[in-house]
């Protein structure tokens, strides 16, 4: 756990001053949740979440019979869940742990450190820019889309089904799979 935490530290750290002081606060305030494959993490509204290990993708409810992947998360990324984000789901793709901080401890937090406003804010700045991806991905033809895909999410490709890479560029299963392995 020690190694997982000092990864968060660093990662924080670049994002602005963290006092030893608000460090402490940050690892007492933590809420840890082991997900196996297939698990949905508990929906908290406005928390903030870090996977520490594995892959989860954010599922689109809302409005659709069959839910649209909308992100994947990985290690050493972090999510945020809205209120108003009702239909949005986080599944796993593979064992999973999560470090996450409810609203209230966030406020705490703040309360306490002013400083940790700023860290906050680039990381749900971070995980919005991967939301947006996937929109930038969706105006581009086919064969470019999977291949910026490809490129994009390289490290975590073992990981991922072809029924949920298809899913999250809005391609056919069939389809994905003939023009993934025409751009081996």
């Not at 069959?66 to 789901?89: C, D, K, L, V, Y």
Request: glycine share 4%; charged share 20%; hydrophobic share 40%.
């Amino acid at each position: 756990m020690d190694t997982r935490l000092n990864i968060l530290k660093t990662k924080l750290q670049r994002f602005g001053a963290l006092r030893p002081e608000a460090w402490k606060a940050i690892v007492a305030a933590i809420s840890i949740c082991t997900l196996k494959p297939n698990e949905y993490f508990p929906h908290k509204n406005n928390c903030l979440g870090y996977v520490a290990e594995g892959i989860l993708a954010t599922y689109d409810m809302e409005g659709r019979s069959i839910p649209a992947i909308i992100n994947f998360t990985s290690h050493q990324q972090s999510f945020i869940t809205r209120q108003s984000g009702q239909g949005i789901h986080l599944k796993t793709c593979s064992t999973t742990l999560v470090f996450y901080w409810s609203y209230d401890e966030l406020k705490k937090l703040y309360q306490q450190f002013n400083e940790l406003k700023q860290i906050y804010d680039a990381l749900t700045a971070a995980y919005e820019q991967r939301l947006f991806l996937r929109m930038r991905f969706l105006e581009l033809p086919v064969t470019e889309r999977i291949h910026k895909f490809r490129e994009q999410f390289r490290p975590i490709l073992p990981y991922l089904k072809k029924k949920d890479i298809a899913n999250y560029l809005h391609l056919n299963y069939s389809h994905l799979v003939k023009m993934w392995n025409l751009q081996r």
